[in-house]
């Protein structure tokens, strides 16, 4: 287990009650892709007096916050005088991995290594380093740094270094940094702040990822600011890292990277409350379905570090895993006919508005969702082909393409960077629609779904009907494949993600998995999707009270604890 002298330090906050006889409460808030949980605990009985679920707005996060504290306040008639702590959790840094988003980072890899890729705008290795004595291996080849962050600045946002042996002699780090900081006044993290264990790769990421995701836990920390002073909330406020501790807003910031698995450690955390003695606790979400374990009644802590998707690091956390595929997974259709879900989320068609009808626009690859400009950008299109394109109302990809001359790479890399920056709203069919045009939610508008399955359907020669539970299907698929996966790399360290998504296309070989463990199901997708995952995987699930806001639920527990998990 990661633990020791070199484990992160995190500051556990402590309040106290202005009144003795005063009740005393503590709101958990998880804000997560699609939507934001919350709810009001009583700290002494540990019931909740209060709950709700609001649509996540990405580009006014501070809109949710205040629309869920609102609500909770007015349900439970509860004073503010009687909050004595705010905690959040939020799935937004994963999202932001599975779904490529974030900051575009380059990073400096220091010192002989063998070569490696992270997912990132760029890996640039440099001569240098030490050894484990702390000695010089190699002089730093600081005119290749200079040369190399004059071709960058302009594609990247913020910058990782990563130095061999800087655990003992961080010079070549700190170097680095003063000549990017010189050259390009941009974020800078250097892994002998963020990770004192050796494995250069695992370091690079956590350095990379603290990067990453620091612009985005600007904005949500701004949004929770404005949402307290709009609401007149007065209370401490702490933010749950990926192990189940807690940070405090002011310090979230800088160690952006340890909110990386926020939301699934609340996951962890609602599971380990059902008292349960062996159980898999699944989160089915909007943009990610999270995996955590329960073992002899407790929650399972990784012994290497938080892994999410391609990448590993050294931020201690829960042992999880998360899979880019949930209820509003984008789904796409190739030239071939091929159906694709996910990693990237969209506004499903049943609850998108301001948008024109599918009929006019969805189809295969380029015309798989239809983009829609920001109103408050309007005044940016003027500078910008692409943006104004999208000033003429909300269009596809295809007709950018064919209004601008942009395709391929250069389009790719423009609207990706829109998303990223929250400029652009975008919709297209989901597995919520899906279940919409199956009957089995009624959360939006069925014909707008109904008439995206229609179009699509015909596309592949089917109905509508047809098409859906295709598309529910695969969903299912692909959460199951997700739990089979988590389970060879919790027992044997191994995964076989490809093996495991291709197996039943083998032409030869059948295979066939069963879980000798119950699932504890979160999130109010879940109930749509995991009872067939555990029949077919012949197990059971459950969804305990208050399992459509267990996140929230799972924030407000460990707030309430001064201790790790």
Known sequence: MIGGDHAPHF???????????????????????????????????????????????????????CNALTTLLDQSGVSKNEITKLTLSTTLATNAVIENKGARVAAFIIGYVKHFRLPITATVFVKGGHNISGDEEEALDIDYIVDT???????????????????????HELVTEKAISMLDPKPVFCSHTVSQHTGMQERAGTAALHAKLMPLMQDFISGVQDALHKTGLHCPVTIITGNGMQVTMEDTVEQAGLTIASGPACTAGFGAAQ???????????????DIAMIENGKIVMSSTGCQIGRWQTHVEAVDMFTGGIGGDSHLVLDSDGKISLGPARVIPLSVATDFPGSSTWLGAGLKSKCISLLPE???????????????????????????????????????????????????????????????????????????????????????????CKTVISMTE???????????????????????ISTRNDHPVLGVTFSMKIPFIGIGAAAPYFLPRVAKRLGTSVRFPKNYEVGNGVGAALLGNTESSL
């Not at 008292?275 to 379905?289: E, N, Q």
């Not at 601008?404 to 423009?414: A, C, E, I």
């Not at 698929?477 to 093996?499: A, P, V």
């Open 11 to 65: 500051k556990i906050i402590e309040y106290h009650s202005p009144k003795a006889d005063m009740p005393e409460y503590i709101i958990g808030i998880d804000t997560g892709g699609t939507c934001t949980d919350a709810i009001l605990l009583n700290t002494a009985d540990k019931c909740i007096k209060a709950s709700t679920k609001v649509p996540t707005i990405h580009h006014r996060l501070a809109d949710s916050i």
């Open 149 to 171: 962050i004059q071709g960058l600045r302009n594609d990247v946002d913020a910058y990782a270094v990563c130095s061999a042996m800087s655990i003992i002699n961080p010079s």
């Open 275 to 289: 008292d349960d003695d062996f159980a898999l606790v699944v989160d089915v979400g909007g943009t990610t379905t």
């Open 377 to 467: 950008f309007n005044h940016l299109k003027e500078d910008d082909p692409i943006l104004y394109a999208l000033g003429a109302g909300p269009s596809t990809a295809d007709s950018i393409r064919k209004r601008t001359g942009f395709s391929g790479v250069p389009l790719d890399k423009r609207l990706e960077q829109l998303s990223r920056s929250q400029v652009i709203l975008e919709t297209g069919f989901t597995p919520t629609d899906a279940l919409h045009v199956l009957g089995e939610i009624e959360i939006g508008n069925k014909e707008k779904a109904e008439e995206g399955a229609t179009v699509l359907g015909k596309l592949l020669n089917m109905d509508s009907i047809h098409f």
């Open 477 to 499: 698929e692909r959460i199951e494949n997700l739990l089979i996966d988590y389970i060879i790399q919790h027992y044997w360290g191994k995964s076989l993600t490809s093996f």
